[in-house]
């Protein structure tokens, strides 16, 4: 599976004498921008033919791969352990590299890329009941100083019934010709008992005028990330939604009254089939699996780019309370 990655700082092969593994990027020491790209590869493991490897952060779970790999890793700011794992039959062995995640300097993006921050703060945004969710829902929104990472977060509170969903949108710029995208967010929950699903989506218009809608969320029903596109045509479409491979936690259980960091990767092709190739909740980075589809609406919009974020209900009645704060969106 091809990786949108941002670029890294440090492409210098390491390797342990007292293992066969070797790490191809990152070098021990780098300074990265998360995502970054992790290259490794070996044949043997503590001497025996090597099975698979994997990787992790710290002490996180470990991704299994095969024995030569490229992968996109995300990881929050900071220094970390990165853990490069083989394992063969009745033994194991690893790599330890050290390095430390920076945030992103502009000037370091490849020459093709875009980024735009804190579209939270811009003062354009409108929102209204979801039709395509059940009941009824009505919202509020706001930029605040307070919680906030920026002092410019935005507040969203809902109230609904029958489990509706109130949606939040704006336009953010306007680019036909991107195809790569990450949309980088971070969002604190404070009242969610009643919550079933965050949905971070964003809407493109490509150069033949049809829209493209990255439609992604975390499902309290399925337990999963699930991306949605379209089964029926631009014309007469039929938008359904697709459980993927990678596991989400309900939305009312995320800790409260703390900033989750959300990363979303995807691309498209030149006829809207797009491809969401990884989503991480607080530098637990999970790969999507055939997670491709046709997304392509034609709505007769003037050439944008929009985000939505929306918060959908459980049950006959509730409120829900959101910010969401730094949200970034790369492209190329």
Same mark, same amino acid.
């Given at each position: 599976?091809?990786?949108?990655?941002?670029?890294?700082?440090?492409?210098?092969?390491?390797?342990?004498?007292?293992?066969?593994?070797?790490?191809?990027?990152?070098?021990?020491?780098?300074?990265?921008?998360?995502?970054?790209?992790?290259?490794?590869?070996?044949?043997?493991?503590?001497?025996?033919?090597?099975?698979?490897?994997?990787?992790?952060?710290?002490?996180?779970?470990?991704?299994?791969?095969?024995?030569?790999?490229?992968?996109?890793?995300?990881?929050?700011?900071?220094?970390?352990?990165?853990?490069?794992?083989?394992?063969? /039959?009745?033994?194991? =062995?690893?790599?330890?590299?050290?390095?430390?995640?920076?945030?992103?300097?502009?000037?370091?993006?490849?020459?093709?890329?875009?980024?735009?921050?804190?579209?939270?703060?811009?003062?354009?945004?409108?929102?209204?009941?979801?039709?395509?969710?059940?009941?009824?829902?009505?919202?509020?929104?706001?930029?605040?100083?307070?919680?906030?990472?920026?002092?410019?977060?935005? /507040?969203?509170?809902?109230?609904?019934?029958?489990?509706?969903?109130?949606?939040?949108? =704006?336009?953010?710029?306007?680019?036909?010709?991107?195809?790569?995208?990450?949309?980088?967010?971070?969002?604190?929950?404070?009242?969610?008992?009643?919550?079933?699903?965050? @949905?971070?989506?964003?809407?493109?218009?490509?150069?033949?005028?049809?829209?493209?809608?990255?439609?992604?969320?975390?499902?309290?029903?399925?337990?999963?990330?699930?991306?949605?596109?379209?089964?029926?045509?631009?014309?007469?479409?039929?938008?359904?939604?697709?459980?993927?491979?990678?596991?989400?936690?309900?939305?009312?259980?995320?800790?409260?009254?703390?900033?989750?960091?959300?990363?979303?990767?995807?691309?498209?092709?030149?006829?809207?089939?797009?491809?969401?190739?990884?989503?991480?909740?607080?530098?637990? /980075? /999970? =790969?999507?699996?055939?997670?491709?589809?046709?997304?392509?609406?034609?709505?007769?919009?003037?050439?944008?780019?929009?985000?939505?974020?929306?918060?959908?209900?459980?049950?006959? @009645?509730?409120?829900?309370?959101?910010?969401? =704060?730094?949200?970034?969106?790369?492209?190329?």
């Amino acid at each position: 599976m091809k990786h949108f990655l941002l670029p890294v700082l440090s492409l210098a092969a390491v390797s342990v004498s007292a293992s066969a593994i070797t790490v191809s990027a990152p070098s021990s020491g780098a300074q990265l921008v998360s995502p970054f790209t992790l290259v490794a590869n070996t044949t043997t493991c503590a001497s025996k033919p090597a099975v698979s490897m994997g990787y992790s952060i710290d002490h996180g779970q470990a991704i299994i791969v095969g024995t030569s790999f490229s992968a996109l890793v995300v990881a929050s700011d900071g220094p970390h352990t990165l853990h490069v794992k083989c394992w063969g /039959q009745q033994v194991h =062995d690893e790599v330890l590299i050290d390095i430390t995640i920076v945030p992103p300097d502009p000037m370091s993006l490849p020459a093709s890329a875009t980024v735009v921050s804190n579209i939270q703060s811009l003062p354009s945004w409108q929102w209204e009941h979801d039709p395509g969710t059940p009941g009824n829902s009505t919202g509020t929104s706001d930029v605040i100083s307070a919680p906030s990472m920026t002092g410019n977060s935005r /507040q969203f509170n809902v109230s609904f019934s029958d489990s509706g969903g109130e949606i939040y949108h =704006d336009a953010f710029g306007s680019d036909v010709n991107a195809t790569h995208f990450i949309y980088d967010v971070y969002v604190m929950l404070s009242q969610s008992s009643s919550l079933a699903n965050i @949905e971070m989506d964003m809407n493109q218009v490509m150069a033949n005028g049809l829209t493209v809608i990255y439609a992604f969320q975390c499902s309290g029903y399925s337990g999963k990330w699930e991306y949605s596109y379209n089964v029926g045509t631009p014309q007469n479409p039929i938008v359904k939604w697709f459980p993927s491979n990678a596991s989400c936690p309900h939305p009312s259980t995320w800790e409260p009254n703390i900033w989750h960091h959300v990363q979303i990767a995807y691309s498209r092709d030149a006829n809207g089939v797009v491809t969401y190739q990884s989503a991480a909740l607080d530098g637990t /980075q /999970q =790969d999507l699996v055939g997670a491709i589809g046709s997304s392509t609406f034609d709505l007769h919009w003037k050439s944008v780019l929009a985000t939505n974020f929306q918060l959908d209900g459980s049950g006959s @009645e509730g409120s829900i309370s959101a910010y969401i =704060d730094k949200l970034t969106v790369y492209r190329w």
